[in-house]
């Protein structure tokens, strides 16, 4: 089983800037591709963005030219760089990662973080 743990979500006014971490953890497993999604009160899970092992990224519309996805394959750990944030961007941020383990392919989700954008 492949575990991941998302952190740097919080309470952030308008414009402003926060980051998200997710790192993934376990053993004898490979991945592919690892991405954020979120999910806003009442609405569906969607895509915000993904990255490659080889670094081909897929941004959303909503958030290109905001937010920035990146990955550190060592570590095992991809991040979004959220930028001028507006209250639309208020939701609970998902990482995600599909890939390779010894029991075959995996597609994992972390718990989970708030993100709120507020005056």
């Known amino acids: 089983q492949v575990q991941l743990v998302e952190s740097g979500g919080g309470l952030v006014q308008p414009g402003g800037s926060l980051r998200l971490s997710c790192a993934a953890s376990?053993?004898?497993?490979?991945?592919?591709?690892m991405g954020w999604y979120r999910q806003a009160p009442g609405k569906q899970r969607e895509l915000v963005a993904t990255?490659?092992?080889?670094?081909?990224?897929i941004t959303a519309n909503s958030v290109k030219g905001r937010f920035t996805i990146s990955r550190d394959n060592a570590k095992k750990t991809v991040y979004l760089q959220m930028n001028s944030l507006t209250p639309e961007d208020t939701a609970v941020y998902y990482c995600?990662?599909?890939?390779?383990?010894?029991?075959?392919?995996?597609?994992?989700w972390g718990q989970g973080t708030q993100v709120t954008v507020s005056s």
């Open positions: 376990g053993s004898g497993f490979s991945i592919d591709v």
């Open positions: 995600n990662a599909k890939g390779t383990n010894r029991a075959g392919r995996f597609d994992s």
């Open positions: 990255i490659t092992t080889g670094g081909s990224t």
